[in-house]
């Protein structure tokens, strides 16, 4: 199952954030091809999202080095919030033990 998380990179001499997947083993995959915009269907789904984005500035900042050329990349569409997923998967106490 591929993971992903939200990650710095440095890029033209600025910072950016993007979308970044790893395999099972925790290696980089692929990143998103464009940088991240904050988005929730609610102000709280909005807020998740921003602590999501917050947690990448806590992580080693990554440049396009760091991920290996893909011939195919992960298609991501915007969908549904995080909490509204956990609660579809049944999660909400697992997410409720993370906070």
């Known amino acids: 199952m591929m993971n992903w998380d939200y990650r710095v990179f ?3 001499s600025g910072y950016t954030i993007r979308t970044v997947y790893y395999d099972d ?3 980089i ?7 991240i915009e904050p988005f929730g ?8 999202e921003l602590n999501l ?11 396009a080095s760091d991920v290996p050329e893909q011939s195919v990349c992960p298609k991501v569409k915007r969908g549904k919030s995080l909490k509204a997923v ?3 998967l049944g999660l909400q106490k697992e997410a409720a033990k993370e906070g």
């Open 53 to 63: 984005l917050q947690a990448a500035l806590k992580k080693n900042v990554l440049s």
């Open 10 to 12: 440095f890029e033209d």
């Open 86 to 88: 956990r609660k579809q």
């Open 29 to 35: 995959v692929a990143c998103s091809k464009k940088p």
């Open 25 to 27: 083993h925790g290696a």
């Open 41 to 48: 269907e609610s102000l709280e789904d909005l807020q998740d």
